[in-house]
């Protein structure tokens, strides 16, 4: 009998950033894959595989490849999509066979701030597998980057 491994930690990150672009340009970027492809993950990662299905229920498979060559496969459902102010998504990273390593639930809310878009970002993420406490370690550094590599794609139109 398999028994369901223990949470081993828990971490919440919130973030805010403003973008020198108008919503609707923002939110593209969160919701059509060739957008979210260039931009989702740390820097120097890359996104060979980015399916979005943003709709309610709707599915995410993203497989983020770091610059040594190693593949992190995520999986997500959308729960709440209402264009363009707020997504809400939960999200599993997963090892090589596809193992949980870590599940979050992160909300996006965006707001039209002048003409540039004010992004806030919440993600609670629980741990349960003995490598998790390191992942969430790095949990904020990969969203600022993330958030980075976003405002490079969004503020250079």
């Given at each position: 009998m398999n028994a369901q491994p223990e949470a081993t930690t828990c971490r919440d990150v919130s973030l805010t950033r403003i973008f020198d672009a108008p919503i609707q340009l923002v939110w593209m970027a969160w919701t059509d894959p060739g957008h979210m492809a260039q931009w989702w993950?740390?820097?120097?990662?890359?996104?060979?595989?980015?399916?979005i299905g943003v709709r309610q229920g709707g599915a995410i498979r993203i497989h983020m490849r770091a610059p040594d060559g190693a593949v992190y496969p995520m999986t997500g459902t959308f729960e709440e999509i209402?264009?363009?102010?707020r997504l809400v998504f939960t999200s599993?990273?997963?090892?090589?066979?596809?193992?949980p390593l870590l599940e979050a639930r992160t909300t996006v809310a965006f707001e039209d701030v002048g003409g540039k878009t004010k992004v806030t970002i919440h993600s609670s993420a629980v741990g349960i597998a003995p490598v998790a406490p390191q992942m969430l370690a790095g949990m904020e550094m990969g969203w600022t980057q993330s958030l980075e590599k976003l405002a490079d794609l969004v503020e250079r139109r």
């Open positions: 993950g740390p820097k120097g990662f890359t996104n060979p595989v980015c399916e209402s264009p363009p102010e599993v990273a997963r090892d090589d066979e596809g193992n």
